[in-house]
């Protein structure tokens, strides 16, 4: 029931455990090191795989974020390791120096800066807690398979609902707005004719991410933006008689729909393995102008052509 809520976003920033030195197992001196981070469904996933295993499992201070998304935002860092193994005695309870760390920890982990700070040496680990067992048994070796990060369909789909309810809030205040106008009569707007509105929102929020390897492009604003202007185009040509037509109608589809599509399709950069930060901010830096002043010039003719109606 707690993964389930986080993955709609209810009570997700407090969905954690306690940092500390927790045993898997009946782990002794010489049981090898986990770190990772304190987001309980990652310390949940990682126990469940170690079922059968005897190691000990550092959790630290990721402020409940995990391992991938910690390690870019700084707080899975060599300096958190360093001083949690001091905090809990580590050097006291095993009698080896090695660490093992998360691959896409490796982001935010200086390994020799760790080293000096604490003495121990890092091994990065296999990308999946699922593979875990196997690189122990093989002595702390990862295969070339261990390695490759796969963000699969399945796992596109798991995240999609985490992006819905970001937007929600938003479409339900846009929705409120036009009932107040509406009921001042200061402005008539129909149900029907918010539905090209709403099928950009799921357009970027649900088509992009389900799809995002089949369309063409590297930038997320820009898959965003093709599938928005095929839903725009598509509206134009098939069109319901109770969806309002017309040129003027046309061109505020293709200015807003699109640019909707691919404002909300950046946001999955933060849950995909495809990008990077640097990316992202130069991707940001061109794209959400663009899409801004492409939806305002939209909302602008939109508005005019209402009033002069």
């Known amino acids: 029931m707690g993964s389930w809520k986080v993955r709609w976003g209810i009570n997700r920033m407090e969905y954690k455990v306690p940092p500390g030195l927790y045993g898997v197992g009946e782990p002794g001196e010489d049981s090898p090191v986990l770190i990772t981070a304190n987001y309980k ?38 300096a958190e390791i360093a001083r949690m193994i001091a905090v809990t005695n580590l050097s006291w309870v095993v009698s080896h120096r090695t660490l093992v760390l998360p691959q896409l920890s490796a982001v935010g982990v200086a390994a020799h800066k760790l080293l000096k700070m604490s003495g121990f040496r890092v091994i990065y680990g296999p990308v999946r807690a699922c593979d875990l067992p196997d690189f122990l048994e093989a002595g702390m070796k990862a295969s070339p398979q261990m390695r490759r990060v796969n963000f699969g369909f399945a796992d596109r789909l798991v995240l999609i609902p985490m992006e819905l309810v970001r937007v929600i809030k938003f479409v339900a205040a846009a929705y409120l707005v036009l009932f107040i106008l509406n009921f001042l009569k200061i402005w008539s707007v129909s149900f029907v004719a918010t539905l090209p509105y709403l099928g950009a929102v799921i357009t970027g929020c649900v088509l992009t991410p389900a799809l995002l390897p089949w369309i063409p492009g590297r930038s997320f604003a820009w ?47 933060g849950a995909s393995t495809f990008t990077s930060l640097s990316g992202v901010r130069r991707e940001l830096k061109v794209a959400l102008p663009a899409a801004i002043i492409s939806a305002g010039l939209g909302v602008i003719l939109l508005v005019l052509t209402q009033f002069a109606l």
Do not use: H, Q
């Open 223 to 269: 898959k965003g933006w093709l599938l928005g202007l095929i839903w725009a185009i598509a509206l134009i040509l098939y069109s319901s008689p109770s969806i309002p037509s017309g040129w003027n109608r046309a061109l505020v589809y293709l200015l807003i729909l699109p640019a909707l599509s691919s404002c909300l399709a950046v946001n999955f950069t």
């Open 41 to 78: 469904m990652t310390f949940d996933r990682l126990r469940k795989e170690l079922s059968g295993v005897d190691a000990w499992v550092l959790i630290i201070n990721t402020r409940g974020v995990n391992v991938w998304c910690s390690a870019g935002k700084g707080t899975f860092s060599a």
